[in-house]
């Protein structure tokens, strides 16, 4: 008896070998949906998504439920690329990141997607909402700010010389990754008469004045 519960517990083969299928399936897939975007625009449906990878709408709908299910995943592969290039950013930079360094990070981050991903750009924040019980409603851009946001709120709370009441530093450091993504949105809509280099300065100076109201002391005042 104990020998067929130790059976029964066994992993089937075949179980394993058709969900690791189905991992590097969906991921191929979800690769494609990026290469879509990135080659035809951000306003794409399920019948260009299939073409793309080759295959049925009933495919990408066996892996990622409905369309909505779809956009979330490309929103969250986009959303990891950015949090990948503000750690980079900060590795690049000093040892023990600043708070200063780290809007600097969120800004170039914002910065070069609109410069080299511009239509995953415009997926992520500007696509259409997606008819559905959760929609989409600025989700993926939602979360990104506030992935982003935490990582400013983090050295908020650690390094702030002043106290302030709780829940300060949260507001403080979503308000201004949503003024950074504002301001990269603007810019990217209009001329380009400044250079991504100087909307990166200007925008962290903005940024940075804004925040740097919790760092004062009774010396002389950060910079």
Do not use: C
């Not at 995943?73 to 959303?79: F, L, M, P, S």
């Amino acid at each position: 008896m104990k020998a067929t519960t130790r059976e029964a517990k066994r992993p089937d083969g075949r179980s394993t070998r058709w969900e690791s299928h189905r991992v590097i399936r969906r991921a191929e897939l979800l690769q494609s949906s990026i290469a879509a975007i990135r080659a035809q625009g951000p306003n794409l449906g399920m019948d260009e998504f299939a073409a793309a990878a080759g295959t049925s709408k009933t495919v990408l709908y066996r892996h990622f439920t409905d369309r909505a299910g779809l956009h979330q995943a490309v929103a969250e592969a986009i959303e990891a690329m950015i949090a990948e290039s503000v750690g980079q950013a900060l590795l690049l930079g000093d040892a023990r990141p600043t708070p200063r360094s780290v809007v600097a990070a969120a800004v170039r981050a914002y910065v070069a997607l609109v410069e080299s991903e511009p239509n995953l750009y415009d997926f992520l924040f500007r696509a259409p909402l997606l008819e559905s019980p959760a929609g989409r409603p600025d989700l993926a851009q939602a979360k990104v700010t506030l992935d982003l946001a935490g990582r400013v709120r983090v050295l908020l709370d650690q390094n702030a010389t002043t106290t302030y009441p709780n829940g300060t530093t949260q507001l403080w450091a979503e308000a201004l990754l949503g003024l950074v993504r504002t301001g990269v949105d603007v810019w990217k809509r209009g001329d380009r008469a400044l250079s991504a280099e100087q909307v990166t300065e200007l925008l962290t100076e903005l940024a940075w004045h804004g925040a740097s109201t919790a760092f004062h002391t009774k010396g002389p005042r950060p910079v």
